[in-house]
């Protein structure tokens, strides 16, 4: 998530809104934000019903895997990034500063 | 007599470990039946509504609420208070 932050300015810039997601309480998700500074919404899927159906829940933790996913105006999925491919966002950031996605 | 009666049992003692031990990993193995479900680039990408807290209200955000506006980074972490 701090990733994330760190490049907020540059995703604002291309019309991309973040949201972080986890199995978390709203209330842990927003302390949690706090204490590493974050500022876009830290969503909380209390129960997992979303992590879900993404497909990307983790029956041994109880928990959501990390993923990222860039998702286009059209609402269809533009790219991924898991596990640990997803701790570093600047493919995704790239994505987004392509000429044709600033629209 | 006693030898050879032995050494044949040792055998099938070996072959039946072999085909156990062979047998073996396959079961213990299993692959996260979640990865197959995970949609895939160009899908349309499932809707949701959730909430976060604002610090006073419980905030609800939608996908779908950013059709047509917005690019949406949706970042699943595992936890909170664990990494960045």
Do not use: H
């Amino acid at each position: 998530m701090k990733a994330l932050q760190q490049d907020l300015k540059r995703l604002d810039a291309t019309d991309t809104q973040v949201l972080g997601v986890s199995m978390d309480s709203a209330f842990a998700n927003k302390a949690f934000a706090d204490q590493i500074g974050v500022t876009f919404p830290l969503l909380s899927d209390w129960g997992g019903d979303v992590t879900r159906k993404y497909g990307i829940y983790v029956d041994k933790y109880k928990a959501a895997r990390r993923v990222n996913f860039l998702i286009g105006k059209d609402g269809k999925i533009l790219e991924e990034q898991v596990d640990r491919d997803a701790i570093d966002p600047t493919k995704i950031v790239d994505t987004c500063e392509r000429p044709k996605l600033k629209n | 007599m006693r030898n050879k009666l032995s050494n044949g049992l040792a055998a099938s003692l070996l072959a039946g470990m072999l085909v156990f031990a062979s047998a073996a990993p396959a079961g213990a193995q299993s692959t996260p039946a979640s990865a197959s479900s995970m949609p895939k680039v160009g899908d349309v990408a499932p809707d949701f509504a959730l909430n976060y807290f604002d610090g006073n209200d419980l905030k609800p955000v939608s996908l779908s609420q950013y059709r047509g506006k917005k690019n949406v980074v949706v970042a699943f972490f595992v936890f909170a208070f664990t990494g960045g």
